[in-house]
């Protein structure tokens, strides 16, 4: 297998951990503890910008904390729309998307791992979503048709993806001339050590499978996607330490860097850009 799958295959296990309750998802309490970020899930999704209202609408079980921003709210969405959230997990963006596009509008969420489609797909059948529905798939080579959507969105997934340049280049190709997207993601301002950058779990964690900045938003341009506006930057290495004080440890520990090392280069961006017309 090659290495780029078998890190595919890593993301999609923890994840489907992370599903199932038996892992939490910014960093890593044992089993059945409620906190994946040393406080409630909620907790952790109001500090990346959700909003208490927001979040008490969508249904039980979608809100897992493991984004990196709040996109949604900045799509600006009408009703009527068609929405692609990728990586959906349990659903918490393309619930909160379906609230705005009404009956007459549609949302697809897009997720590779079995338990996380079974979870979102669960919670839209007992909260009484019709207009959602969860798509098994890989964000490169996403099942939808060309030119179907108005609107995409995802939460700190394009940076596990191996290939960013063929996610941007299917974003492209469904959105409809004029579609717009507004993506929560974790880019670097400078490379990590050669160590992180080997590690697996800093991998699967969101850390070491982000892309340079330049290089991201040149792939998002050469895949005819423009106008990019970045509307927050933040320091998600130090969140994440501040947050997850025993991960951060044990990555220093098992790669030998210190938190000083890395500090400003892994940041959080939420960011918008268009398909021409």
């Not at 079995?114 to 098994?136: C, D, I, K, Y």
Request: with cysteine; proline share 4%.
């Amino acid at each position: 297998m090659a290495v780029n799958e078998e890190l595919v295959e890593q993301v999609r296990e923890r994840y489907g951990k992370i599903a199932e309750g038996k892992l939490g998802g910014c960093c890593e309490p044992a089993p059945g503890a409620t906190s994946c970020c040393g406080g409630a899930s909620q907790s952790v999704s109001v500090r990346l910008g959700y909003k208490g209202k927001d979040l008490a609408a969508v249904p039980e079980g979608a809100d897992l904390g493991l984004g990196c921003g709040a996109p949604v709210q900045h799509l600006q969405l009408q009703p009527g729309e068609t929405v692609l959230d990728l990586g959906s997990g349990g659903g918490i963006d393309a619930f909160l998307a379906a609230r705005s596009v009404g009956s007459g509008g549609h949302v697809i969420g897009v997720d590779m791992t079995p338990a996380m489609l079974e979870r979102a797909r669960r919670n839209a059948e007992t909260s009484g979503h019709t207009n959602v529905e969860f798509r098994e798939g890989r964000l490169e080579r996403l099942p939808v048709e060309d030119g179907t959507i108005d609107a995409v969105t995802s939460n700190c997934v394009i940076n596990l993806v191996p290939d960013k340049a063929v996610v941007f280049r299917e974003i492209a190709r469904v959105l409809k001339p004029g579609g717009r997207m507004v993506i929560s993601d974790v880019v670097l301002d400078g490379r990590l050590p050669e160590a992180i950058e080997k590690d697996v779990l800093a991998y699967v964690g969101c850390i070491a499978g982000a892309a340079l900045r330049d290089v991201y938003f040149d792939q998002l341009r050469a895949a005819g996607l423009g106008e990019v506006e970045v509307l927050s930057d933040v320091d998600s290495l130090c969140q994440w330490i501040e947050a997850a004080p025993e991960e951060a440890k044990a990555l220093s520990e098992r790669t030998g860097v210190k938190a000083e090392d890395v500090l400003g280069k892994v940041r959080s961006v939420t960011y918008r850009a268009r398909k021409p017309r």
